[in-house]
Antibody, heavy 119, light 112 residues
Framework: EVQLVESGGGLVQPGGSLRLSCAASGFTFSSYEMNWVRQAPGKGLEWVSYISSSDGTIYYADSVKGRFTISRDNAKNSLYLQMNSLRAEDTAVYYC????????????WGQGTLVTVSS | QSVLTQPPSVSGAPGQRVTISCTGSSSNIGAGYDVHWYQQLPGTAPKLLIYGNSNRPSGVSDRFSGSKSGTSASLAITGLQAEDEADYYCQSYDSSLSAPYVFGTGTKVTVL
């Protein structure tokens, strides 16, 4: 089955760190660009970060630049998001999303993992 | 912040047609970049509904259609059904920001 499964969310104090993982299966992970998208409680979707399939190109939203680091391990079919210096406003469900064959389209999403930043 | 503007909510009776607008600017939709639409049912992850302005992925009902003109795009739902009650988001690429992917503000569709 073609799917993405996120893990690693939880409750963390402000200023803390957390590492999210996204396990891909059912498709050739190394061929696809990947993204993280988040959704704060009751709010809309916000793109967070992008990583290319193999050439190392990476982008971040201004809101997370310098604090979050996206990475991937194609051998393990996995995508990661290292989140440091977490703030209350980072509280959200974090989704990993595959960029499809049509440029800029997110054609496959995981179920999401909730990150709560609170003391 | 979102650079694509959508109405917060639209509603319609079963069987009716509703449309959702997505207004951008000359650095995204107006620059010719494609618009995609996602449906998010309550408590679930978003799902690709329309890609490349007007194309439906396999398995998506033909009651959903998309269009684009100038700096705006629209999603139409015909024959509205109870199962269509969800949040809908447009998305495009923006060349002016350091964040290349932009989502719309989202629209809640309510079936009366």
């Amino acid at each position: 089955e073609v799917q993405l499964v996120e893990s690693g969310g939880g409750l963390v104090q402000p200023g803390g760190s957390l590492r999210l993982s996204c396990a891909a299966s059912g498709f050739t992970f190394s061929s696809y660009e990947m993204n993280w998208v988040r959704q704060a409680p009751g709010k809309g979707l916000e793109w967070v970060s992008y990583i290319s399939s193999s050439d190392g190109t990476i982008y971040y939203a201004d809101s997370v630049k310098g604090r979050f680091t996206i990475s991937r391990d194609n051998a393990k079919n996995s995508l990661y998001l290292q989140m440091n210096s977490l703030r209350a406003e980072d509280t959200a469900v974090y989704y990993c999303a595959r960029e499809g064959n049509v440029w800029t389209t997110f054609d496959l999403w995981g179920q999401g993992t909730l990150v709560t930043v609170s003391s | 912040q979102s650079v694509l503007t959508q109405p917060p909510s639209v509603s319609g009776a079963p069987g009716q047609r509703v449309t959702i607008s997505c207004t951008g600017s000359s650095s995204n939709i107006g620059a010719g970049y494609d618009v995609h639409w996602y449906q998010q049912l309550p408590g679930t992850a978003p799902k690709l509904l329309i890609y490349g302005n007007s194309n439906r992925p396999s398995g998506v009902s033909d009651r959903f259609s998309g269009s684009k003109s100038g700096t705006s795009a629209s999603l139409a739902i015909t024959g509205l059904q109870a199962e269509d009650e969800a949040d809908y988001y447009c998305q495009s690429y923006d060349s002016s920001l350091s964040a290349p992917y932009v989502f719309g503000t989202g629209t809640k569709v309510t079936v009366l």
